[in-house]
């Protein structure tokens, strides 16, 4: 069973950059068809897809938000992460890591991380 954990600061300034890491354990970040996701939902708003890195390291990004979002990965460590610049509090949001086979298959989630965008 693939689990997934996120990490980070909690509070960020705005212009700032916004970093989170996902650890991966009960599976392998290169397991073949296995993409990595990144999804938030600010207060009271839906879900919002941002991105994902594929098994083999490519990435994809919501046109929305790609001229400032980077997802990287370290494979040993077996972790991605998601990096979101120039950040405003319209960026506050519980951020969550989530995996499945495929382009926007979502089956493990992490539990979420509330990073909060203020001065």
């Known amino acids: 069973q693939v689990q997934l954990q996120e990490s980070g600061p909690g509070l960020v300034k705005p212009s700032q950059t916004l970093s989170l890491t996902c650890t991966v354990s009960?599976?392998?970040?290169?397991?073949?068809?296995?993409?990595w996701s990144w999804i938030r939902q600010p207060p009271g708003k839906g879900l919002e897809w941002m991105g994902a890195?594929?098994?083999?390291?490519?990435?994809y990004y919501s046109p929305s938000l790609k001229s400032h979002t980077s997802i990287s990965r370290d494979t040993s460590k077996n972790q991605f992460s998601l990096q979101l610049s120039s950040v405003t509090p319209e960026d506050t949001a519980v951020y969550y890591c989530?995996?499945?086979?495929?382009?926007?298959?979502?089956?493990?989630w992490g539990k979420g991380t509330l990073v909060t965008v203020s001065s």
């Open positions: 009960g599976g392998s970040i290169t397991t073949m068809y296995y993409y």
């Open positions: 890195i594929r098994y083999d390291g490519g990435t």
């Open positions: 989530a995996s499945g086979t495929g382009l926007g298959s979502l089956a493990y």
